[in-house]
């Protein structure tokens, strides 16, 4: 499609400058032709009043009804032609006259498309010496941003280029990212599992030396956290691998905050902490039950975590756009420095209760994310931490 229309530009450009020329060429051929009217038409008169002054008011009255144009060819004769004159009498051009004059317009036209053409060749190959030098800048690594500078067929190729760039440039970054994520959590991960064979190990000795019911007590809880920490690992490399599909589905909003509270009951009994969930209408998100649950359970035992003893509240509404649910409790809140960092693998904040291992939030922004969702964490104006999640609805 864009070869034909090119090929239809050019045709109509070719036309469009040969009417020019040809139009330039008819307006002087004209206008020479009716100098030389006016000088024959000047010498036969002159002729004819030498010889007769007396006829000098009869041509005169002849003259100027021709120029106003109230000759009506009454005579009905051609008086010229039963004289014996004809057209080229009176022409004054030869043959090669009008051939010359045909040639000059045919002339004109042609240097006129050279030049056109010339023009048009020399801005596409600036062009494309652009896009070479910016190629050429682009594997260098000092490529700044290309912008289209028209809507022609370069331009559409530069958008590509640039998008092309642009996609290299954002797969570097994120292999970078990627290889500098994965140095780090090799670090964390044997930080994290460090700390509770250690722990082991010195509860090992001291069941040596006497109290072992206390000792087991502690290797038993070392052993749980590190079941948690191969656990969450596990679920978050399935993540990143992207083995993990997750099956969505409509759920209900309500049934999945009434599912994980549940879940978590044992856990609000031994704290003594309580949670509200109002019932507000049915509300349906597009995610897996399971896996979003997952993640709503992770978010109440953080605030429960930070707020023991006390009223955790949920409360949901929707509008065209997204599905929001908001979880928050009645504690101390987040530090102001942790809100960057608390969805982070491993980050364990100021408040951080003990024996966490920074990986429940982690997993369920992954989760949320994977859905068309956002999570952000805030501190409410009362008092409190604060988690939003938005399901999206396209």
């Not at 043959?95 to 036209?109: E, P, S």
């Not at 000092?142 to 092309?164: C, H, R, W």
């Not at 956290?225 to 691998?241: I, N, Y």
Request: charged fraction near 20%; include cysteine; hydrophobic fraction near 40%.
């Amino acid at each position: 499609m864009s070869g034909r229309k090119n090929v239809l530009t050019t045709i109509g450009f070719v036309l469009s400058v040969s009417l020019i020329a040809s139009a330039i060429a008819v307006m002087l051929t004209s206008r020479y032709y009716s100098r030389l009217q006016f000088d024959s038409l000047n010498e036969i008169c002159g002729v004819m009043l030498q010889q007769e002054p007396e006829a000098e008011k009869i041509i005169f009255r002849a003259l100027k009804e021709y120029t106003s144009g109230t000759v009506n060819g009454a005579w009905g004769r051609n008086v010229l032609s039963e004289w014996g004159y004809g057209i080229a009498d009176f022409s004054g051009f030869s043959f090669m006259q009008n051939l010359c004059f045909a040639a000059i317009g045919f002339l004109a036209g042609s240097i006129l498309f050279v030049i056109t053409f010339l023009y048009r060749n020399r801005k596409e190959n600036l062009r494309i010496r652009a896009l070479a030098d910016y190629l050429e800048q682009v594997n260098m690594g000092k490529a700044e941003i290309l912008s289209a500078s028209g809507e022609d067929d370069f331009s559409k190729l530069e958008d590509e280029i640039y998008k092309t760039v642009t996609f290299l440039y954002q797969t570097k970054d994120k292999a970078v990212q990627v290889r500098n994520d994965y140095a780090e959590n090799l670090y964390n991960i044997a930080h994290q599992i460090k700390t509770p064979i250690t722990a082991i190990s010195l509860s090992v000795q001291t069941m040596r030396k006497g109290n072992k019911r206390e000792q087991t007590e502690k290797i038993q809880k070392q052993l749980l956290r590190l079941t948690r920490l191969e656990e969450g690992l596990l679920v978050l490399s399935r993540f990143d691998a992207g083995t993990l599909v997750l099956q969505k589905a409509e759920i209900d909003v309500l049934t999945v905050l009434v599912l994980a509270a549940d879940n978590l009951q044992e856990l609000f009994t031994e704290s003594g902490t309580s949670i509200d969930i109002p019932e507000l209408g049915e509300m349906a998100i597009t995610a897996d039950l399971e896996w979003t649950m997952e993640a709503v359970i992770n978010l109440m035992k953080n605030c429960m975590e930070h707020n023991r003893g006390g009223l955790i509240h949920c409360t949901y509404g929707q509008n065209p756009l997204y599905t929001e649910i908001l979880i928050w409790d009645e504690g101390n809140g987040f530090a102001k420095e942790d809100i960057p960092h608390l969805f982070e693998r491993f980050y364990r904040g100021k408040n951080a209760c003990a024996g966490g291992i920074g990986i429940g939030l982690a997993l369920a922004k992954e989760i949320i994310e994977r859905q068309n969702g956002t999570i952000h964490a805030k501190n409410m104006p009362d008092g409190g931490a604060c988690f939003e999640i938005r399901f999206y609805c396209h």
